[in-house]
């Protein structure tokens, strides 16, 4: 008899965000999948599983692929995880997938975090329908064949990007979609987590400095623009001036509660709060 695949979500950052499924499986599995051994093995010392690893990710499907399903045909059980979420959209995932359905293999999922959905949630776009893509391509021709056909999908899309290519793909998406409202996710579930709203353009310098893990939202095309309006530098200005002059709030904590209540960085603020004051100075 043959064994069973677990495909097992796992957290995105935030170590408390497995389910208690998932720990049991990964403890009783004869072996677990791992996308980068290393990265799971913090996952597993922490909740204090022993479960022997081994590594597929899609520089070794085509070795591995035969590996696992030998396993799995002699009746092992195998958890297949990836570095953050649920496996099978930056992963090799799917393809172990097709290979049990194709092979009669029983595929169980257990279900859990995942950044698309985390990010869509606290968007606010409509999530019915919701398109979810992986990382966007590293090589210009193919970005821009694949920011062409994200153009075309009308309803609320999401897409992962890294720290050096943000800013830069912000400024593509503006050029492709226009003024589509964007929110972008970065470090979700973690400490440092924040949201940032705007158009594409307006987010394109937000990122001087970009660091951790980015998640981002397309609105739907549809969208009413008044609902992710980003306030004048005249009306981040006067709040700050009434928190700090008549509110008594101290200085970084009246940047702080402004970037996060309209969704902006706090360094953004600062820049706006510091090039008020000189214009007033030269008047």
Known sequence: MSGTLFVVATP???????????????????????????????????????????????????????????????????????????PGVSDPGVELVQACVRGGITVDPIPGASAPLTAVIASGFPMVPLTILGFAPNRAKDRAKWLENVSAIQNTVTFFETPHRIAKTMEEVAAKLGDRPIVVGRELTKTHQEFIRGTAQQLSKAFESPRGEYTVVVGPAQAVAKTMEVPDDRTIFAEFCYST??????????INAIAKRHGMPARSVYRIIEKAKHMGNDQ
């Not at 913090?42 to 591995?64: D, E, K, M, W």
């Not at 002059?245 to 009246?254: K, W």
């Open 12 to 86: 995105i950052g935030n170590l408390e965000d497995v389910t208690l499924r998932a720990l049991r499986v990964l403890q009783s599995a004869d072996l677990i999948a791992a996308e980068d051994t290393r990265r799971t093995a913090r996952l597993l010392a922490h909740h204090g599983i022993t479960t022997p690893t081994l590594s597929f990710h899609q520089h070794n499907t085509r070795s591995r692929l035969p590996q696992l399903m030998s396993r799995l045909q002699r009746g092992e059980s195998i958890a297949l995880v990836t570095d953050a979420g649920t």
């Open 245 to 254: 002059e008549v509110s008594g709030i101290q200085r970084r904590e009246a």
